[in-house]
């Protein structure tokens, strides 16, 4: 079985080469694909030599920064190509720990997506201010609400793992969100082409050094995305509270 793992990254120079190689000496069939947005740092040179001293290791250099859900699709595309069984997600970070792939794998055998889920069975989220859990975990609420299986507590979620046919099924190149609106898309379409997803419980960890990525942007596009997808204009009204004859005379 081929087993992928997509790790987008901008600005990572201090953590990749420490993650890949945490994730390569757990001696599964693993291959990883970085996709670098041409990070200042350097870290599509450190991306690149690592594959040039190891053939599991593939890179996709891009131009400019383009977002995280056009990097995961561009790096799902050449999964496919290159026959993959098995496509992970992941973070470059160590907010996901590689030593839960294993459990990715077993759950898998009875799923089509499976999603490492932060809110499952109670909160595993460490480091975090307050706030940033807060906005996290109502999101979720709010999306489960929204969409049509409420059975899923963590829609956001970025570590997960795909079988092959639920991407060869979903047109990619109509996928056109990013961040957490790109996982809730991701999902919804699993979900809309009747494949079975599941939940796995993870700890997030915060990350140990740079940057994160997440602006509030990302957020607004996620809020936005899941009521395009999703709702009629009556579940809208309903969920932001407003009654009908406010609704119909707001400007």
């Known amino acids: 079985m081929k087993i992928y793992i997509i790790i987008p990254t901008y600005n990572e120079a201090e953590n990749l080469e420490r993650i890949i190689g945490e994730i390569l000496s757990l001696h599964l069939s693993l291959n990883i694909i970085v996709v670098d947005d041409n990070s200042p740092d350097g870290t599509g040179v450190i991306a690149e030599n690592l594959s040039q001293r190891d053939s599991r290791i593939n890179v996709i250099h891009r131009a400019r920064k383009a977002g995280l859900g056009t990097a ?9 190509d290159k026959h993959a069984d098995l496509i992970f997600e992941m973070d470059a970070d160590f907010s996901h720990d590689p030593n839960d ?10 799923a089509d997506l499976v999603i490492g889920s932060r809110y499952l069975h109670g909160v595993r989220v460490l480091g975090w201010r307050f706030r940033r859990l807060f906005v996290s975990k109502m999101a979720n609420i709010f999306v489960s609400h929204i969409m049509v299986n409420p059975k899923i507590n963590d829609y956001t979620a970025g570590y997960r793992c795909y079988r092959r046919k639920v991407l060869e099924s979903i047109d990619l190149n109509h996928i056109r969100s990013d ?4 996982q809730i898309e991701m999902t919804y379409r699993t979900f809309q ?16 050094s740079g940057e994160s990525k997440i602006s509030r942007y990302v957020v607004w596009e996620a ?3 899941t009521l395009r997808m999703r709702a009629p204009i009556t579940e809208i009204i309903k969920t932001l509270g407003l009654s ?4 119909l005379f707001m400007d």
Do not use: D, H, N
């Open 244 to 247: 009908y004859r406010k609704y």
């Open 101 to 110: 792939i294993q459990s990715f794998i077993e759950a898998i055998k009875s």
């Open 72 to 80: 995961y699709v561009e790096g799902f595309k050449q999964a496919l």
């Open 179 to 182: 961040g957490y609106a790109f």
């Open 193 to 208: 082409k009747g494949f079975k997803v599941t939940e796995i419980p993870v700890i997030f960890k915060e990350r140990a």
């Open 223 to 225: 809020f936005w995305m």
